[in-house]
């Protein structure tokens, strides 16, 4: 999930520098702690506060211990300069899960995980930064797979001096790129291409939409002059780019980083603009679904296309997945969620 209009961007600016994502705390049985491990490293401790036992989403969610998705935000420049995240940003089929992909959080328990930030950011200039993990995980029922709903986390700032020449030292999640743009063959490539053009009509359609605030008080929590203006112009880039006068992404069907386990329909390389669609993207999903907040392979595309800088700049976050987690987000939270351009261009199509 990051892109506006430059006016868009320094209102953000200033308010992620003084509040960051700010999401109710009260409302959560979780409880978020960090703290500072050597240079780069950072302990990332969940509680349950609840009265009961919690299944939570590990795959794709700050809880990943295996795929280099962003599991802290992190800030320089004294909170006002985002730090550029390096690694994979994936979209799951929310049905079908497996018990691998998630960890039960008996009451009153702590899971514990170590994310080394220089892997996954660019933190070579070295200095002050601030660290955060905030954002909402989706969960199941004890026993259960199936996702029940999703739980607001938010911990507090964590204050961290880095020494730039050490963190460049550390690996990178991710290679180098290598072969890109042909892998694309056979029956993807037509499923690609009609995705592709779907793409462009869905989010062509939903930026007029957005331009006359049709929606978008559901969507985005506001209807001002601003939002509309912000939503129709990162939808109407990836029209552009769907359409294929952009170009600014890869449109890919290999997986040359390893991010396509099971359930994952897709998952996007930020930093290179890099989009790659699994095996489940053309096995699990229809062309185009005619249910409300339903995935299919076009919003699926619209959804990867938000997290390309590229396409509209900063590329979005992945910040609440599906209606219900998308919905719960202040306007400035749901202007940089990937899925809320995704449902709303999904509720335009079909008139939700
Ligand atoms: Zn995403």
């Known amino acids: ?92 089929l929310t049905t079908g899960l497996s018990a691998d992909d998630f960890v039960l959080l008996g009451v009153g328990e702590t899971k514990e995980v170590t994310v080394e930030t220089a892997a996954l950011h660019s933190l070579s200039d070295g200095g002050e930064f601030d660290v955060f993990a905030q954002g909402y995980i989706p969960f199941a029922e004890e026993g259960s797979t199936e996702l029940a ?10 204050s961290m001096s880095i020494d730039g020449a050490m963190a460049a030292t550390v690996a990178k999640a991710l290679g180098k790129r290598t072969v890109i743009g042909s892998s694309c063959t056979g029956s993807r490539l037509s499923s690609i291409r009609t995705a592709l053009s779907n793409c462009q009509r869905l989010a062509s359609n939903a930026a007029s939409a957005a331009s006359s605030g049709t929606k978008l008080d559901i969507y985005f929590k506001s209807t001002s002059s601003s939002v509309r203006n912000t939503v129709s112009a990162r939808l109407r880039a990836v029209a552009n780019d769907c359409g294929g006068s952009g170009r600014a992404t890869t449109t890919n069907c290999n997986d040359p980083y390893g991010g396509c386990s099971s359930n994952v329909l897709a998952y996007t390389v930020p930093s ?31 959804h990867e296309e938000c997290h390309a800088p590229g396409v509209y700049s900063p590329g979005t976050d992945d910040l609440g997945y599906g209606y219900n987690a998308a919905t719960r987000l202040s306007t400035n939270q749901a202007l940089n969620n990937a899925d809320s351009f995704a449902l709303y261009a999904n509720a335009i199509q079909v008139n939700c």
């Open 272 to 302: 290179q603009n890099f989009i790659t669609y699994c095996n489940l993207f053309f096995n699990g999903l229809p062309a185009l679904t005619s249910t409300c907040h339903g995935q299919d392979q076009a919003n699926t595309v619209l």
């Open 149 to 158: 709903g999703t739980l607001p986390y938010d911990s507090d700032k964590l």
């Open 1 to 92: 999930m990051k892109a506006f209009a430059h006016l868009i961007v320094s209102s953000l600016v200033a308010y992620v520098s003084t509040t960051a994502i700010q999401v109710d705390r009260r409302a959560s049985p979780l409880s978020v702690a960090l703290t500072a491990s050597g240079n780069t490293e950072v302990k990332v401790a969940v509680t349950n506060n609840g009265n009961r036992p919690l299944n939570l989403l590990t795959k794709g969610t700050f809880l990943d211990e295996v795929n280099p998705v962003e599991k802290v935000s992190m800030y320089a420049a004294g909170g006002s300069k985002k730090v550029p995240f390096e690694g994979i940003k994936i979209r799951l």
